[in-house]
């Protein structure tokens, strides 16, 4: 969900000339037989919609599609009409390329949500589900972090151009229902991983960093892995097909004002992250923790009560994702 | 009326500016300066003729003109009723306004662009003064939120852009303002040109009475628009930093003392009630411009003066 296309390509499978799905996929619930909408051609993971029964996906990649390009998007939805839109498509990054790009990742995330979240208003969508970031929430908010924290304080300074940006589309799709009724709502996710993830060794984040140090390490032969801080800061996982499936339900039912949190609600440390990708990789060397290096933040959780108040809780364990995680790892990214 | 700052400029006459948003409150206030300084070549679009919010037009525009400088002072405006019915077009206009003209003006190699905004980016619970730092550190006023998001998205832009390409975009944050061409609607004018209207209306009709909402207390702090559009010159003369600017008067009056002067100036001569069993508002907003005065800049108008000029307008201008 949170792939970007440059770091799609880097990870696709083989087979596929093309990127697999980065950007916006629509759907439009559409009678039995009516012949599929599917270009380019099915990724090979299966997403949740397809496995739901979903087939009139509207799928389009960045070079048949770009999202920043007012007038391209107001065709392509002139001509599609697309009942539903889930607006996933985002440029994202981490530490060093938010404070290298900051004008990429403001100017072009507040261009793709104007132009979808308009064009999609404009030509008839019934509804449409924006994408968000935990990193809209202020620095030091309250944990667990509640949908209310939103603005109340600065924001962790290495994303908040891109929290800025998001921060906007949520606004834009209230400010949408309060005008014309129209049916826009917002879901935030907590750290996601899984599939299709960033393995970078630079600037993946800490779970995908993980594994991949881990199966390195393995397949090298060395005997240690060192991991910087003390592995005490508490962290939230959820699992990427456990949004997927937090997106359909809230798509299908929940059309309120207020965004909403998605999250797991269960903390690990990163000591007990890293023993676990330990034991799923099989790395059987020795982890060793660096303490002289930093430890990030104590504790981030989101607060998810608003979610399973619904009736919505993951059904995915950190250490089943992590299995599903790892024998994707291997399958798909090059060695 | 003639901000009497300087007489001169230190940008070169001939420059290329485009001033968005020119028929506007500020954009006029702009105008008027630039030409009074001897600025020949400035580069003026009505809505009918570039609409900024649409992106092929606006980097058509750019790529065909190539000013040197950009003052960006268009924008949907509104009040507290306008905000509450249509905040879908404050934020989406703005944000459209702001990603375009920003994005076209640096990629058609404009030499520096003035973002400007609104003193309502900031939170609702700020310190009075409001400094620069007060900026996203807590809630804003529900009642402009919309427009609010926007500005603040198109500060960071600059901010970003400056980060990213070393490009000279910076921002400005007025204070109220007030004088020629402003909005004197009967129903969705701001307090000072709502003052304006309501004593010369009931001077002309000989009326008894004006009636003012809440007990008068609020302090309230404005500037006249000339003196802001001194400090954009002044600021694009001069400032190149990250961080947006406050401009300010720096002046406080009570809203008592505002519409005292205020029917003086006009010339009403029968009485002013204050019905205090409606609400006052806000209990003070000022904004702290020691960052700008500590830069060489001061504002010149006094309030007396400044609503002297507003009211001839309004006599000249406005349709009785």
């Given at each position: 969900?949170?792939?970007?296309?440059?770091?799609?390509?880097?990870?696709?499978?083989?087979?596929?000339?093309?990127?697999?799905?980065?950007?916006?996929?629509?759907?439009?619930?559409?009678?039995?037989?009516?012949?599929?909408?599917?270009?380019?051609?099915?990724?090979?993971?299966?997403?949740?919609?397809?496995?739901?029964?979903?087939?009139?996906?509207?799928?389009?990649?960045?070079?048949?599609?770009?999202?920043?390009?007012?007038?391209?998007?107001?065709?392509?939805?002139?001509?599609?009409?697309?009942?539903?839109?889930?607006?996933?498509?985002?440029?994202?990054?981490?530490?060093?390329?938010?404070?290298?790009f900051p004008a990429d990742f403001i100017a072009v995330n507040l261009q793709i949500q104007t132009n979808v979240i308009d064009s999609a208003h404009r030509h008839g969508v019934t509804?449409?589900?924006?994408?968000?970031?935990?990193?809209?929430?202020?620095?030091?908010?309250?944990?667990?972090?509640?949908?209310?924290?939103?603005?109340?304080?600065?924001?962790?300074?290495?994303?908040?151009?891109?929290?800025?940006?998001?921060?906007?589309?949520?606004?834009?799709?209230?400010?949408?229902?309060?005008?014309?009724?129209?049916?826009?709502?917002?879901?935030?996710?907590?750290?996601?991983?899984?599939?299709?993830?960033?393995?970078?060794?630079?600037?993946?984040?800490?779970?995908?960093?993980?594994v991949r140090r881990f199966h390195e390490a393995k397949v090298s032969g060395v005997k240690e892995v060192v991991v910087w801080g003390t592995g005490s800061p508490l962290r939230e996982?959820?699992?990427?097909?456990?949004?997927?499936?937090?997106?359909?339900?809230?798509?299908?039912?929940?059309?309120?004002?207020?965004?909403?949190?998605?999250?797991?609600?269960?903390?690990?440390?990163?000591?007990?992250?890293?023993?676990?990708?330990?034991?799923?990789?099989?790395?059987?060397?020795?982890?060793?923790?660096?303490?002289?290096?930093?430890?990030?933040?104590?504790?981030?959780?989101?607060?998810?009560?608003?979610?399973?108040?619904?009736?919505?809780?993951?059904?995915?364990?950190?250490?089943?994702?992590?299995?599903?995680?790892?024998?994707?790892?291997?399958?798909?990214?090059?060695?």
């Amino acid at each position: 969900m949170h792939c970007c296309p440059e770091r799609v390509r880097n990870f696709c499978p083989v087979r596929q000339k093309r990127p697999d799905v980065g950007l916006s996929f629509t759907l439009s619930i559409c009678a039995q037989d009516e012949r599929p909408q599917l270009w380019p051609p099915r990724p090979r993971r299966i997403p949740r919609l397809y496995h739901l029964g979903f087939t009139n996906l509207l799928l389009r990649s960045h070079s048949d599609l770009n999202l920043t390009n007012q007038s391209a998007v107001d065709a392509f939805f002139a001509a599609e009409k697309p009942q539903f839109v889930i607006l996933a498509g985002a440029k994202v990054g981490g530490i060093h390329a938010n404070a290298t790009f900051p004008a990429d990742f403001i100017a072009v995330n507040l261009q793709i949500q104007t132009n979808v979240i308009d064009s999609a208003h404009r030509h008839g969508v019934t509804k449409l589900l924006f994408l968000g970031s935990s990193c809209i929430y202020p620095k030091f908010a309250p944990q667990p972090i509640p949908e209310s924290a939103l603005l109340t304080g600065p924001f962790e300074p290495t994303n908040k151009w891109y929290a800025v940006a998001k921060i906007a589309g949520i606004k834009m799709c209230q400010a949408y229902r309060i005008q014309y009724g129209w049916d826009a709502i917002s879901a935030i996710p907590t750290n996601l991983y899984g599939p299709n993830d960033n393995f970078h060794p630079e600037n993946s984040h800490v779970l995908p960093a993980l594994v991949r140090r881990f199966h390195e390490a393995k397949v090298s032969g060395v005997k240690e892995v060192v991991v910087w801080g003390t592995g005490s800061p508490l962290r939230e996982f959820l699992h990427a097909d456990d949004l997927a499936d937090a997106v359909v339900f809230l798509l299908e039912r929940y059309s309120g004002l207020g965004h909403v949190n998605v999250g797991s609600g269960k903390e690990v440390t990163i000591k007990e992250l890293a023993e676990l990708v330990k034991e799923v990789v099989g790395f059987e060397g020795d982890l060793i923790w660096d303490a002289s290096k930093p430890d990030g933040t104590p504790r981030k959780l989101m607060d998810s009560s608003m979610l399973a108040g619904l009736g919505w809780v993951p059904k995915i364990s950190l250490r089943d994702g992590l299995v599903d995680t790892y024998k994707w790892y291997v399958e798909n990214v090059k060695q």
